[in-house]
């Protein structure tokens, strides 16, 4: 059986390391920009991993599978955000 690399699971153009906080910003503002978009863009490869392999492992379904990691991943960040307004309140 064939291993396939994680790589695979790259958003079209593969991986941009170039997000910047916009023109003449701030260097600190710059790399926590970075740093996040690092992080979502690993976050969203290791899911898009997890939902190729759940599917057991077919070809070309790629985009599919990363287009479904963005969506569970915003879901959950709604979800918690949704949490802390109502922690706030009193709620929770």
Request: glycine share 10%.
């Amino acid at each position: 059986m064939r291993r396939l690399s994680r790589c695979r699971f790259l958003p079209k153009g593969g991986v941009s390391y170039g997000r910047t906080a916009g023109n003449g910003a701030n260097p600190e503002l710059k790399k926590e920009v970075d740093v996040k978009g690092w992080w979502h863009e690993q976050r969203t490869r290791e899911r898009a991993y997890e939902i190729w392999e759940r599917a057991e492992r077919p070809e070309g379904k790629a985009t599919e599978h990363w287009v479904q990691a963005e969506a569970e991943i915003a879901a959950e960040e709604q979800g918690l955000e949704r949490e802390v307004e109502l922690e706030h309140e009193g709620v929770v």
